[in-house]
């Protein structure tokens, strides 16, 4: 999970419900001051939102794109059924097309945080004209580590056990290694992580929980993609295996970006140094706003610090 550390919008961004031929999906909107160089549409990872975003947001609007931040069905302010097939790959998969398509700018930059990076994964492979480009950000076409995967299955048998208030409360503990939930981050923060939490889906929690767990290494089909790759991460990730990553970029020939001092989040830690790899590879990917250059911008690692 991503935690913002303010919940104050950049300029010229919008909170509204993006009308897709899938349903309604609570977006924030950033536009860039001047000209627009293209656009990128952004999923967040486990138990997250778009509001993991804000801090990025100004870095790539001042970049000239248009960045638009998105909660998944069943996340946070996006609404979702109960039932599980609503919470399958192929479903959310498809929910991203349709938001890619609905923005109206043509093929756009896809980036997934964690979790995110498994549903842009196979969105990407299901419409591939739809994207310009493809970033995992904090995300791996491989298994999570084996911490993660306890902490996953954890929450998924409490949420079958307990009331999602009760989950929540003991999420919060854990998170604070058993000191008092909450201390140190202004209470704004800890009201959101709350309402996230309590507006989320448990089936959405519990399909999203099932597919980081039953995810195949995705390592060939990300080398298939026609769109250029990009892999992002911090050198002091948690919740996939750094070396995994570092070898998941060689052997898809990705573009790759290692931002020191970083870990699960730097979208939030390290907002601007992200951003500068981040338009370096569109900008790679795509020198001439729109056009698609497929397998560009796949070379060596940069490291930020």
Not at 78 to 86: K, V, Y
Not at 99 to 115: E, I, N, T
Request: hydrophobic residues 40%; aromatic residues 6%.
């Amino acid at each position: 999970m991503s935690k913002p550390r303010s919940l104050a919008l950049p300029p010229r961004t919008r909170r509204y419900r993006l009308t897709t031929a899938r349903g309604s999906f609570a977006v924030l909107d950033s536009a860039p001051e001047g000209a627009r160089h293209g656009t990128v549409l952004l999923l967040p990872g486990y138990t997250g939102s778009k509001e993991d975003f804000i801090e990025l947001l100004g870095p790539i609007t001042e970049a000239g794109y248009r960045a638009v931040a998105v909660d998944g069905r069943g996340q946070h302010e996006t609404p979702g059924p109960r039932g599980r097939a609503a919470y399958r790959r192929k479903a959310l998969a498809l929910d991203v097309v349709a938001q890619a398509s609905a923005l109206g700018d043509g093929p756009v930059h896809l980036l997934g945080h964690s979790f995110g990076g498994l549903v842009a994964r196979a969105a990407a492979a299901l419409a591939p004209d739809a994207f310009r480009s493809l970033t995992l950000l904090s995300s791996g076409p491989g298994r999570v580590a084996r911490p993660q995967r306890i902490r996953v299955r954890a929450l998924r048998g409490a949420f079958a056990l307990l009331p999602k208030e009760r989950v929540w409360r003991a999420t919060r503990w854990l998170d604070s290694r058993g000191e008092e939930p909450g201390v140190g981050d202004p209470q704004e923060i800890v009201d959101f992580l709350r309402r996230r939490w309590m507006l989320t889906r448990i089936a959405q929690l519990s399909g999203a929980g099932r597919l980081l767990l039953s995810d195949p290494d995705g390592t060939a089909a990300l080398r298939a993609l026609p769109m250029p790759l990009h892999l992002a991460y911090g050198d002091e990730e948690t919740v996939w295996p750094v070396p995994d990553l570092a070898a998941a970029a060689a052997l898809t020939g990705a573009h790759h970006s290692v931002v020191v001092g970083a870990g699960h989040s730097p979208n939030v830690s390290h907002p601007r140094e992200l951003a500068e790899r981040l338009t370096a590879f569109w900008e790679a990917a795509d020198p001439v706003p729109g056009t698609v250059r497929s397998g560009a911008g796949r070379n060596a690692a940069e490291a930020s610090s």
